[in-house]
């Protein structure tokens, strides 16, 4: 536990295996109660120091740590493969990543939003100067996902210390790993102590007791639909950033081609075997396209390489855990039983699933209407165009949605109609650079992340108004 | 009931009593649960026309209803002095705000905050053209208090309306009448039927259910603190906005000249009996300027005119229900067997309470530490400037704060240090004009009303990325 | 003359006669340096005074002269008609967006961009609050030109008034009528007197006074690029604004419908005899379209009625002068020498010039390079798209240009290449809009128009900082 | 000369020679005309590329030049300090601020401030999406002065980079070597050949050429008041940025602590011997204050170390050239003629002027009314508030200001009524951090410089329309 810039050893400590292999990769502490309650006390210590530090400290803490992380890549990536079973060369492209969320932290810091309010366009608010200054909110709790452990921690605790908030972390409990790591960069890096506390162990613990403490102030949770709800409502005033699950659809209309999307579907389709947000799990293609798209789509899948995470040749490698990989061969044995087609893929090689694509699916099929969350993604045609958008908003999802025409009209229909939080037009749902606004409706979560945009999370207007004689 | 720009006949009728004179002055429905889910639907029928209809006719209703009010206003001020017990010459006062108020929802309805976002400044972003809409959120449940029976409520339908949401008002059960009418100015301004309803009746029954519809994206409640966390406990993934209570305070430094400001704290304190989220409840006085204070302030209470509400001499009229005058009197009791001294007021008069000045009270008196909401205000002192700060932060509320000084390292230490949402420099925390962010911390809510904030809270951003070959 | 808010009598007065049939409409003052001077001395005198100006008040000034216009429309509309022989039906349209031109200004009054400065961003700014004030710059000479009388000084009188600039108008010798009318409107308006002049005379006496005159912040300047560049280069520190000409392009793609455009194109060429800034006048169609496209041109064309201004049914009437006349019968003749063919027009109707189409057009020619600021348009193809774009971009001016097109990569390919202010995918180069950004590149002007953005080119930035210890 | 990436040869060479001991220390081209338009030319054919160059690595380059800097900190001190006789620990900070400068610009280059239209807001304009990108405005010439010369450099190339622009620079012909310094670091970090080009020269020549080519879109300068009025004049539809002179004024109120602010005037009236624009050359006491402020001074003063720049002691050098000591000393016995008082200095010590404290001067002395640029400051009383800001205000120039006063409404009233670009609470007008808006008003010039502000004076708006049908 790293709790008010000291290790601490943990009362209880649990083995950590690897995905992949099974093998025992650490111990790991699991948290008491009164472990969660130092990590906040020694948070709220430093409230006042983290609000009264400048900006430019703030800037420079981010940036040493974004350096840090470079001086240290390939010991980054290693830490996400092992514990994650991310293939190393997907995990050395969330490296990347990371350096980058933190460096656009950085410069967030030097420009939280400060505004000023002309007080004189309203009768009553003549002879007054006045602002809006941006003050942090207070304590934030950062409860982290597996699948992205060290960006998706980047995207927490770079807005959080930015805008100048003491953080508790919860990562994922297969994932401490590298947050312990950041957590030491941090240290390295300048940040007082205390103003980040990493905290392990149970959801109904820790989690709970980060999300019901008064003195929190703020929630930013990834994860599930169902977590993030009961979160939500337990979570009083707090406020509270949910970034929960999909099933996210892209749409190929008959004008493109195929041949120059069809390596970005498979990646948006298998990358980390799936596990990712925005993984392309629907595809809708025009009726005259979709023969090509099967046959090349499944050449390509045919080609992936299923294998140990730390291998650099690897693309595809085990579910985080056994019980995921149950889960989804029942979903997929389900899709068959209603009547999908297996086009490729579909069996259990060792620990892994192999890259699966499924035709002839309804949206009644868990592998459509649920979020996979694995190797598998579903084909499904389409002749008109309104009708592509009406399929891909019949969810209880709407996180981010693909597009690719070439027809103007058709670009900008769907970029009004469709009912998620990003429309890429010639790009896969799985599309995302670390500045850019992030976050879902309907299911998909409240809020959105993005730097600048989690910041607004995480911060409260205070206004100023100076009545001048 | 108003459904769908309807007006229904309801089930269930209640009678309405002046909180003056207790005379019968209206009967009003009592909605069932039936009646309210249909007012849901008409809504939901309106939310692809509301989402669709050009700023510039948005902004003509809203600017149309203002200028239909100004037609009507003193109708509209008598209303609002008949069942809320406001002196008549406030009602005025409101009914000139709400016209400012809707004015500038139709000027923000043409500035929904839509931007650029520059994907280019991460490696992965090149070649795109990328921006972020302000989508409607979908339906605003909008639940509105009896204290600015006008006003409030066009702080949610103006910035509901402006950004193209249909909305479900339930106004306070003793303020049903004003609402009722602005129903009507909507109607006639040309907002299509269904995308303003107004339902009446129960909280257990109205409130309860657009809180747990699916169908309702926005709650938007200005009301007490528990009624608050109650509907952010049970509202699951919606967006919540809470304007709470508080018990505002405002510090008088020594180099200041008291003369200036009295009338404007004795404003503060009593106005509509003191039943005003910011009303002045806790004034910090140097020590120096104690005595002078107190008896300035007494001699322009003891000229205060207590009366009917329709009397435009009247300055104070009855509380808003017999219960609330019950609970006043009982913590001024309570205040006095703790210690405290009434300077002036305290006593009932007819059905109304004078107005009342407190001093030697402590932190722990009611009076103090709670939110009084009629008219008694307590007089402290302090020594020291930061004492006074930490003093009016010994508070569960942090909604607004007033501070009187000429010195000008005094005034910046107090909007740094104090924990409210706003802090007004030279002037009572009272203050406010209908486009600057309002809203608090702690128990004093979440979230900031002034139509372009609350635009915030009632849209959703889309971000729509065109990649360019 | 208007100066200081009241009717002066000049000394000198010339006769003002109708374009259309030659009869004397008026006689106007002719303005003596003298009569410039004491105009920008009582501009002088209320600088203070409207720099001092709350925001509400300046809105409500516009917002009156916003609705007198709104009352007095077929007034408005007849005076355009007869001094500019501008159509009628045309003239009321021009009436409709001054109303919204001075609606727009009176929000943008509220709106001032001030700002916060984080100056803790950067080592050495550590404890400081601090802010830009857009302050007035001081007295603006407007300078406008004769083809839109009162919406083009509406772009000049509207950004200025907003942000608490007094003006000296110098409108076009041509169209003083409704300048002196709108000066009476902004007085009944409730302007301060003096914060408007309206002081009609020759350019080189009136004009160049105000270039020249120390008083004068900022030009603000409607016109001929050469007297443009001679303001400019005489202004000295003043800020300067010019809108100038431009031969604008349109580019029409094989994939579109041109029944779907005709109407537009001749709409966008023939409108107000073709004297508009952004007035079609060149004509790049694919060539698989250009006949079709020239056909039905023509058709259109042909059913065009020449006649007074003061007829409904009229669409196109008499130019400005005769001498503008005589000048465009030499180009179409000098055009026809070189080889273009006359499609339709091309004549002399009593004082009007037939609509015209020209084809076999090439750059050389005036009506190509040059700005023809008459009832020509030119109609020549491409086969390749980027070819069609080089040959807008091969031109002395860049203010807009119109693309027509449904393929998504040729619009944006258009977007990013077109060397010119504004580029409107499917519309044409004449679309404008009151609150969008308005200007050109190269000789057709600099800085840009559009309320909220001539606002800027009229304030000045003022940094103000407040250490605190 | 550094031109098209590539070290050339010049025809024409000149002996530079130290201001401080007068020893030649490097020889430097003296450009042609020829040269000149080589540059230019190189530039131009960088245009495109820069343009279309992603803002990510845009960014990399100018983080690369920072580091770059910060990598060589002492080799540019010792540049500075040689070639402009800057005090070596002067010049040390330059250097910090120059690191941050292009880091600042770096995270500028990722947010060049494009926007979104909302069309719709006027009618007509429905059914549009449109927005307005800034793209680059072409070739910027930036000519420079010898008193900062790498941060003041840096403050043009730092945005015009960021902002896609090739650019000219010409240093002052007194401080060429931190120039060519800079474009070595700028070729090293990864900028393309030929999109930054150092042509050192007579301003007759290479200034006189770069301001009247039409290639060029910008002009950047800062230097004195007659060259840049001349530039502005000769500059045609050239955007032109100009920061000129100023003869800068502190005022200081009677309740202020003289201690706390005595080093800080000294550092702001003599640090690089007066030799910066926003050098403190007038100071305004209370009468109250007057005798301990100058007493306090002088000792301060005395203390100064005169000596060679590259000597960490020193506190004050030579000026740049035997005619600026010269024009000084006239000045001095000039106001000494006609009255003032010689506190302390006004004497030749070697090359140097000691440093000089006036007092008894009026506004017609040259050391009053004109800029000094040297190691002179003139203090002057007031008793009154209002009277002390009409004195800083009867000046032809208009920069920065400074005001010590512990008095809100003394502070808020100089804010307000101070006619300069920049007012300084409690700090001196010396007071600059490189990210705020810089620039002055009057003769001080026209544009604020401040990389996001000069990022808008080196970019176009163009706007992007797409109508949906």
Same mark, same amino acid.
Request: with cysteine; net charge negative; proline share 5%.
């Given at each position: 536990?790293f709790?008010?810039?000291?290790?601490i &050893?943990?009362?209880?400590i649990?083995?950590?295996?690897?995905?992949?292999?099974?093998?025992?990769? !650490?111990?790991?502490p699991?948290?008491t109660i009164q472990e969660v309650d130092?990590a906040i006390s020694?948070a709220e210590?430093t409230?006042k120091?983290?609000?009264?530090?400048?900006a430019?400290e703030?800037?420079?803490?981010?940036?040493?740590?974004?350096r840090?992380?470079?001086?240290?890549?390939?010991?980054?990536?290693r830490l996400?493969a092992?514990?994650?079973?991310?293939?190393?060369?997907t995990a050395?492209g969330?490296?990347?990543r990371?350096?980058?969320t933190?460096?656009?932290?950085s410069?967030?810091a030097r420009?939280l939003?400060? &505004?000023?309010?002309?007080?004189?366009a309203?009768?009553?608010?003549?002879?007054?100067?006045?602002y809006v200054l941006?003050?942090?909110?207070?304590?934030?709790a950062?409860?982290?996902p597996?699948?992205?452990?060290?960006?998706?921690?980047?995207?927490?605790?770079?807005?959080?210390?930015?805008s100048? @908030?003491?953080?508790?972390?919860k990562?994922?409990?297969q994932?401490?790993l590298?947050?312990?790591?950041?957590?030491?960069?941090?240290?390295k890096?300048?940040?007082?102590?205390?103003?980040?506390?990493?905290v392990?162990?149970?959801?109904? %613990?820790?989690?709970?007791?980060?999300?019901?403490?008064?003195?929190?102030?703020?929630?930013?949770f990834?994860g599930?639909?169902?977590v993030?709800k009961d979160?939500?409502?337990?979570?009083g005033?707090?406020k509270?950033?949910?970034?929960?699950g999909? @099933?996210?659809?892209?749409?190929?209309?008959?004008?493109?081609?195929?041949d120059?999307? %069809?390596d970005?579907?498979i990646?948006g !389709?298998?990358?980390?075997?799936?596990?990712v947000c925005?993984? %392309?799990?629907?595809i809708?293609?025009?009726?005259?396209k979709?023969?090509e798209?099967v046959?090349k789509?499944? &050449?390509k899948v045919?080609?992936?390489i299923?294998?140990?995470p730390?291998?650099?040749?690897?693309d595809?490698?085990a579910?985080? !855990?056994?019980?995921?990989?149950?889960?989804?061969?029942?979903?997929?044995?389900?899709?068959v039983?209603?009547?999908?087609?297996i086009?490729?893929?579909?069996?259990?090689?060792?620990?892994m699933?192999?890259?699966?694509?499924? &035709? @002839?699916?309804d949206?009644t099929m868990?592998?459509?209407?649920?979020?996979v969350?694995?190797?598998?993604v579903t084909?499904?045609t389409?002749s008109d165009?309104s009708?592509?958008?009406d399929?891909?908003?019949?969810s209880?999802y709407g996180?981010q949605?693909g597009?690719?025409?070439?027809?103007?009209?058709?670009?900008f229909?769907?970029?009004?109609d469709?009912?998620?939080?990003? %429309?890429?037009?010639?790009?896969?749902?799985?599309?995302?650079?670390?500045?850019?606004?992030?976050?879902?409706l309907?299911?998909?979560?409240?809020?959105?992340?993005?730097?600048k945009?989690a910041?607004?999370?995480?911060?409260?207007?205070k206004?100023?108004?100076f009545k001048?004689?």
């Amino acid at each position: 536990l790293f709790i008010g810039g000291e290790w601490i &050893e943990a009362t209880n400590i649990q083995d950590l295996y690897s995905p992949y292999d099974g093998e025992k990769i !650490a111990e790991i502490p699991f948290a008491t109660i009164q472990e969660v309650d130092s990590a906040i006390s020694a948070a709220e210590k430093t409230k006042k120091l983290m609000k009264k530090m400048p900006a430019h400290e703030r800037a420079d803490i981010l940036d040493n740590v974004s350096r840090l992380i470079g001086e240290n890549r390939e010991e980054c990536a290693r830490l996400i493969a092992t514990e994650a079973a991310k293939p190393i060369q997907t995990a050395r492209g969330e490296v990347a990543r990371t350096i980058m969320t933190y460096k656009l932290a950085s410069e967030e810091a030097r420009r939280l939003p400060n &505004e000023m309010v002309n007080m004189d366009a309203a009768p009553g608010g003549e002879n007054r100067t006045a602002y809006v200054l941006r003050e942090p909110s207070g304590i934030v709790a950062a409860i982290t996902p597996f699948n992205f452990p060290m960006n998706l921690v980047a995207h927490k605790l770079g807005p959080a210390i930015a805008s100048g @908030n003491p953080v508790v972390l919860k990562p994922a409990s297969q994932t401490p790993l590298s947050a312990y790591y950041i957590a030491d960069l941090f240290d390295k890096a300048g940040l007082p102590k205390g103003a980040l506390n990493v905290v392990t162990g149970a959801g109904s %613990v820790v989690g709970e007791r980060l999300v019901t403490d008064d003195r929190v102030s703020v929630i930013t949770f990834t994860g599930s639909p169902e977590v993030g709800k009961d979160i939500r409502n337990k979570a009083g005033l707090k406020k509270v950033t949910l970034e929960l699950g999909s @099933n996210s659809a892209v749409i190929i209309d008959k004008d493109v081609h195929i041949d120059e999307m %069809v390596d970005r579907l498979i990646q948006g !389709a298998f990358t980390y075997q799936g596990q990712v947000c925005i993984s %392309v799990q629907r595809i809708y293609v025009h009726d005259s396209k979709k023969r090509e798209l099967v046959k090349k789509m499944k &050449e390509k899948v045919d080609q992936l390489i299923l294998g140990d995470p730390m291998d650099d040749a690897t693309d595809v490698s085990a579910l985080i !855990a056994p019980k995921e990989r149950d889960r989804l061969l029942s979903w997929i044995e389900e899709a068959v039983t209603k009547g999908a087609k297996i086009v490729t893929g579909g069996e259990l090689k060792g620990p892994m699933i192999t890259p699966t694509i499924l &035709e @002839n699916v309804d949206s009644t099929m868990k592998v459509s209407c649920e979020e996979v969350f694995g190797p598998v993604v579903t084909v499904s045609t389409f002749s008109d165009w309104s009708d592509a958008i009406d399929r891909v908003n019949d969810s209880d999802y709407g996180l981010q949605a693909g597009v690719y025409t070439e027809k103007l009209s058709h670009a900008f229909t769907a970029s009004e109609d469709l009912e998620v939080g990003g %429309v890429m037009i010639n790009d896969i749902p799985t599309f995302r650079v670390d500045h850019m606004p992030y976050g879902g409706l309907k299911n998909s979560g409240t809020g959105r992340e993005g730097i600048k945009y989690a910041i607004e999370e995480m911060t409260e207007r205070k206004l100023v108004s100076f009545k001048l004689s």
